[in-house]
């Protein structure tokens, strides 16, 4: 935070988020590669700072690198085929001990509490066990993946009781079978199915990687599975961790789960960044949309007087009381984002003419910018056209050359309908705007 408005502001816009988390269960995904770093310190109070505001929690640890470094030091051999481990004897109890070790390591470090450090006061507990039953994954075209397994059953049952109890659940990759074998599993497979089991509110997955990147480089901030799935059809974009991932998002929300979140592991509080602010800091998928324009219902009036009234008072827009927006409604549409109403718009018809007036567009400030006035604009025209209208016009004092540069041309006040051109306010001086809707 630069000054402490900049803190006070922030911290007041989290409480919805506070709030809302509250009583929530979070699965989190974190590879082995976290522990060797020396930001873990970090990641370990994030944690801490999630169990304190009522998050129930329930982390899944990777252990591949303390692996690698096993079987190095036993002079063993890694082999993989189609991004699994084959896990052979000498592997297994790699697996074993690496999983041991790494699990006893997050324990300790949740249970650090020393005066005047972020853990100071925090008494967490943290529960583990066999909760994970497996079976061996097999022979597949040809290989045998020996004691590689997939997870046949997550006991969602024990795993409640435990977070009931306010401890934190810690599962390893690893399951157990019910003749007593032990198996090595991905990480990733753990946390997607713990978190359809217990039907999560939502599934973080941090990646060593960086996240999810378009061709441009450019951070993917929103997808639905369907466009994830997308995504997959051209793996060789991706690096193994994304593909990973992306997988396990699609998998959890095609099972259940609200949101899953793909996140820069090495990015500092990037947990904190995504749960408790609007826009976030990673890439999130849904099988709805996060962000969607739809028509406003009465429910949004109070959201769109919020979003209205600045540009009211400094008279980009002609007020309009709340009796008139109740019995307008059915004009309206809104942008919806996680909630919140960042941009509305109007369409009033007008049988003379055959006409229409697009009417108090606005965008929330923070969201302006971008394609979304143009998107707006494009649904409101969509609508017109569904009207069978000939032509829509707007009246702007402030937005003249936005709209000219959408295809609208200048017309005169009496180029309006009668009707609206009686409640032409000459005072005010606004310019009009016009457009043909091509049928």
């Known amino acids: 935070m630069n000054n402490e408005k900049d803190f006070l502001g922030w911290f007041r816009d989290s409480s ?11 699965v989190i995904a974190f590879g082995g590669e976290a522990l060797l770093s020396d930001s873990f310190s970090g990641l370990i109070n994030d944690f801490a700072l999630l169990n304190s505001l009522g998050i129930r929690l329930v982390l899944v640890h990777g252990i ?26 000498k592997a297994l109890q790699c697996v074993k001990e690496a999983a041991g070790i790494v699990r006893v390591e997050i324990e300790a470090r949740l249970s650090m509490g020393l005066p005047n450090s972020p853990m100071a006061g925090a008494k967490i507990s943290v529960a583990s066990g ?24 997550i006991d969602s049952e024990a795993i409640r009781q435990k977070l009931d109890q306010n401890n934190i659940v810690l599962l390893s990759p690893i399951g157990y079978s019910l003749t007593g074998e032990v198996f090595n599993l991905s990480a990733e497979a753990v946390a997607t199915e713990a978190s359809i089991a217990l039907n999560a509110d939502k599934l973080l997955l941090l990646d060593e990687d960086g996240g999810i990147f378009d061709e441009e480089n450019q951070l993917y901030r929103q997808l639905t599975t ?29 099972g259940g789960v609200a949101r899953c979140h793909i996140l820069d592991r090495k990015t500092d509080g990037a947990i904190l960044h995504e749960l408790f602010t609007r826009d976030g800091i990673g ?98 025209e969509k609508l017109a056209q569904a009207e069978k209208l000939e032509s829509v016009f707007v009246l702007t004092t402030q937005s003249e050359h936005w709209f000219i540069e959408r295809g609208f041309k200048h017309a005169t006040p ?15 001086k606004s310019k009009v705007l016009a457009k043909k809707i091509s049928p």
């Open 283 to 380: 890439t999130l998928i849904s099988a709805e949309p996060f962000e969607e324009i739809r028509p406003a219902t009465l429910d949004d009036i109070a959201g769109i007087i919020d979003l209205i009234r600045p540009l009211e008072t400094e008279g980009v827009l002609v007020a309009r009381p709340y009796e008139r927006l109740e019995a307008e409604i059915s004009d309206y549409t809104v942008i919806i984002r996680d909630g919140l109403i960042i941009g509305c718009s109007a369409l009033h018809l007008f049988k003379e003419g055959k006409s229409g007036e697009i009417a108090c567009v606005a965008l929330h400030h923070q969201y302006q910018g971008g394609s979304r006035g143009d998107k707006l604009l494009g649904y409101m």
């Open 64 to 89: 591949r690198p303390q692996i690698e470094e096993r079987l190095t030091n036993c002079n063993g051999s890694s082999q993989y085929k189609d991004g699994l481990r084959i896990t052979d004897n």
């Open 130 to 153: 066999n909760m994970v039953t497996a079976k061996p994954l097999g022979v597949k075209r040809g290989t045998d993946f020996c004691h590689t397994g997939i997870v046949r059953r």
């Open 226 to 254: 369907t466009e994830a799935d997308c995504l997959l059809d051209n793996p060789s974009k991706l690096s193994v961790s994304s593909t990973d991932h992306l997988q396990a998002a699609i998998k959890s929300c095609n």
């Open 16 to 26: 919805p988020y506070i709030h809302s988390h509250r009583g929530c269960t979070f």
């Open 414 to 428: 009496n180029d309006l309908p009668p009707s609206r051109r009686n409640d032409y306010d000459a005072q005010r």
